[in-house]
């Protein structure tokens, strides 16, 4: 049943791009059975699309009203309509900058699950194998998120359209929060001495001696290199372009004769031996074997003793804990951030059910305005750091306010302006593209 959009303003129009990437292909024991239930020229929306979008729904508490299945049904199919717009006005996301997001989020995903091997093992498949599965959903995400960056540019709400958008939401439809907190961590890293470097470099310096006297590097990278990803291939990666590796890898894989083993090399990740497999102007294969130095004991007390300086710092007044955590904090997820967790929005008062078991059951033995000492404790890599945790501010349950939770009601007041911008944008860009919903959802009434 094919239908153009209704010529006035979408009703429920609510754009707010979902980030978070959904490893549908990789699921292995989804037997649902999907189908397109929309289509914007060439783009597709799938069933499965709209329940994994309502399920995230459902598991926020949003200021939203209506039919949100609806709402959310309109938001997928508007975001294909940008990217099929993009096509049509030339907004590019180039590669480059599709499998520079790409990696980033694997990384991440890599710092908070443990190891790239952990991620394998759950999905059967490589990071590059899932990579390249996930590469045209993400370069879909930029394209959307370049559409809306140049549609709604510079757009803020003032104090009086968030005073405005909160006494229009019924008092009975205020969402209801659980019990908030500010809290806040520096965290330090035990850096391995140079001892314990000169002891890597001589094992690696063994393996190399060990390649050279006949052996296989493959098997070898197999046996002791600490990246999973690559140790399963024999160290093998592919094909890199300068600027993309550490520079000090790139550096010595570049000077290589084809075959030739480097000397141990140092980067932030450990320190590698590498083979040069092949060159093609700026571009390089190689393979590696990595092995990262462990802190001794000595480095561990050194790193507890600095973090111990910098809170009696902060105790004294000497500098505020957000300027510690932005200068001496070694967790790049928080210190920005003046050492505070956020939720989705950048909001550092954060619900007591979201937080790390871990820091929920240090904080509810602590007083509001409190430090700890050091505490040592593992990081999702499986590495050992000492972190002081700050509890700042606590709030008790309560329904919406403006006094309590400003940020979050302005939040969603800069969402239903933007979903207005967008919906006057559409007004404008809709006769360029053709739009299909099947017959089943158009309970929803988005066209005539």
């Known amino acids: 049943m094919k239908r ?7 009703r429920y129009t609510a754009i707010s791009l979902i980030c978070c990437l959904f490893f549908t ?5 989804d037997l649902v059975v999907d189908e397109i239930i929309a289509k914007v020229d060439n783009y597709i929306v799938l069933k499965s699309d709209l329940e994994r979008a309502y399920l995230d729904y459902l598991s926020r508490g949003e200021f939203n009203q209506g039919n949100a299945k609806c709402r959310i049904l309109e938001t997928l199919i508007v975001n294909k309509m940008m990217v099929a717009k993009a096509e049509i006005d030339s907004v590019i996301v180039e590669d480059d900058e599709v499998a520079g997001n790409l990696r980033q989020r694997m990384d991440y995903m890599v710092s908070q699950i443990g190891s790239e091997e952990e991620i394998e093992k759950f999905y059967g498949k490589s990071l590059e194998q899932i990579e390249n599965e996930l590469f045209d959903e993400v370069k879909e995400q930029l394209t959307i998120q ?10 803020k709400v003032t104090p009086s359209e968030v005073k405005r958008f909160f006494a229009a939401i019924p008092r009975d439809s205020l969402p209801y929060f659980s019990t908030e907190v500010t809290v806040g961590q520096i965290v330090k890293n035990p850096v391995p001495g140079r001892l314990q470097e000169l002891k890597v470099e001589g094992q690696l310096l063994d393996i190399r001696g060990r390649i050279l006297g006949g052996e296989s590097f493959a098997t070898l990278a197999r046996a002791y290199s600490e990246d999973p990803g690559s140790a399963a291939s024999g160290g093998e990666l592919p094909f890199f372009r300068r600027g993309e590796l550490a520079p000090e890898y790139e550096a010595t894989a ?4 084809k075959g030739e083993i480097s000397q141990p090399v140092k980067t932030k990740f450990g320190i590698h031996l590498i083979e040069l497999i092949e060159k093609r102007g700026n571009t390089f294969k190689s393979r590696h074997i990595i092995i990262s130095p462990k802190p001794s004991m000595e480095d561990m007390k050194r790193a507890e003793t600095e973090l111990d300086s910098i809170r009696d710092l902060i105790l004294l007044d000497s500098i505020t804990f957000r300027d510690a955590a932005k200068e001496f904090s070694d967790d790049q997820f928080t210190s920005s951030n003046g050492g505070y967790f956020a939720d989705q929005d950048g909001a550092t008062r954060v619900s007591v059910e979201t937080l790390d078991p871990n820091i929920f059951f240090t904080i509810d033995t602590m007083k509001v305005g409190s430090i700890t000492k050091p505490i040592r404790f593992t990081q999702p890599d499986g590495k050992v750091a000492y972190r002081i945790l700050y509890y700042k501010d606590r709030i008790a349950p309560h329904q919406a306010s403006l006094k309590n939770d400003y940020q979050k009601i302005a939040q969603a007041a800069l969402n239903q302006k933007r979903s207005r911008i967008l919906g006057q944008w559409f007004e404008k860009a809709r006769d360029d593209v053709f ?6 959802y158009d309970y929803c009434n988005l066209i005539e």
């Not at 153009?4 to 979408?10: E, G, N, S, V, Y």
């Not at 370049?146 to 757009?155: D, S």
């Open 254 to 257: 570049m000077t290589l004769e």
């Open 4 to 10: 153009h959009f209704r010529k006035t303003a979408l």
């Open 146 to 155: 370049k559409m809306q960056g140049e549609i709604t540019a510079n757009l």
């Open 435 to 440: 739009i299909e919903i099947i017959q089943d």
């Open 25 to 29: 292909a990789t699921a292995q024991n």
